[in-house]
Every structure is written in C-alpha cells, then in structure tokens.
C-alpha cells in the first residue's frame, strides 16, 4: 500500500496491542480492505467475498489468512472461521454493510453485532477515506497512484449492553448502538482529515 499511495494512518495506536479485537470498517472501494489490511497494527482477518478468491488471488488471500465468504446467505464456514480467529485473540475485519457503497455506516447487516456480542470482542471503528474521490490516469478503477488515502482508526467500543444477552432483539439493539458509534466516528474522521 505504501508503495502504491500515500497512506496517511491516523489512530492506530488505538488498536488494542493484545486479544480479541474487531475492526469496522466503511467501504465504498475496492482498495478499502487491502488499504487497512496494509496499514493496521496487527495482521487482520478479513471476510472477503468468495468471488474474489479466483486463480492466484484467492490463493495469495488464503494464504495471508483472509476467510472467504459466501454472501448469498448464513455462511457457516465463514462464521466458525471468524469466531476461531477471535477466540484465538487475533483481528477480525469486517465490512458492516455487507458489500461496498456509500461508505457511511448508513445501513449495517447484523454480522458485526453478532460477532461482537458473541465474541466479546471491543469493535474499532476504521474510516477510510480518500479512496473514491478520484481515480487514476493509468488504472481507472483504482485511486491515483502516489495518491493520499487516509485510514484513520477510533476508539474500541464494547457492542453489547452488559447483560449477555444474545437474543435477536438484544442483537438489534447493539446494531442500532454500533451504527450510531461508527457514524459519530466517520463524521469525526471526516473533520480530523478534512475530507
């Protein structure tokens, strides 16, 4: 990524250095995952659309530890690999929209709350910005090359409401609870950078 762009990472020390850890993270391009994978503090995990891994790209994710997802509905697989990873005390990246768009936290799948609430695991939010806001001369589909994209992460956050609680109703209430703390955090993002 470093040597692409110009990424400019902002909050990284607000990854918890040890333990179980989930990173949210908006997309609203293609080089979002990639982005954050390449400038976390820690190796990240991410669930990538099974489309992706094809021919030697799904080979390289696989072999960097990204879990392949099936999105056309509950992906078992994919949920017990995401689970293992935090249960081992390692970064799970996740898209909470489910696919790329706007990029802001509007409307959040279930998946996150129900890993954090499952897991334990605090959430960080991660805003990456910049990626979409001009595309390149040589790759059109990709940022200008030597570009500044920033990826500024915020402080963890605990999903649930401290009663244990995993029913779909308490599963509900801490998506509402995560898309308002991921919102605040883009706005922030938004502001700090200047994007």
């Known amino acids: 990524m470093y040597g692409l762009w110009k990424p400019r990472v902002l909050g990284a020390w607000r990854v918890p250095a040890a333990g179980p850890v989930i990173l949210a993270v908006n997309h609203s391009h293609n080089v979002d995952g990639p982005m954050v994978m390449g400038t976390a503090p820690r190796p990240a995990h991410f669930l990538v659309k099974k489309e992706a891994f094809v021919g030697p790209l799904g080979w390289f994710l696989r072999s960097i530890g990204q879990l392949e997802v099936d999105r056309r509905g509950t992906d078992r697989a ?57 595309t390149g001369r040589l790759v059109r589909g990709l940022p200008p090359l030597r570009g500044r994209v920033d990826v500024v992460f915020g402080d963890p956050f605990d999903a649930g409401d401290g ?17 308002r703390r991921l919102a605040a955090h883009l706005a922030d993002a938004k502001r700090l950078t200047g994007r």
């Open 78 to 134: 994919a949920v017990t690999g995401a689970l293992e990873v935090l249960a081992q005390g390692g970064v799970l990246g996740i898209f909470p929209e489910g696919t790329r768009g706007e990029g802001d936290f509007a409307a959040l799948r279930a998946g996150l709350a129900y890993f954090a609430v499952r897991s334990g695991a605090p959430i960080v939010p991660v805003a990456v910005l910049g990626s979409t806001e001009r």
């Open 163 to 179: 009663s244990g609680r995993r029913t779909r109703k308490a599963l509900d209430e801490a998506t509402v609870r995560i898309q």
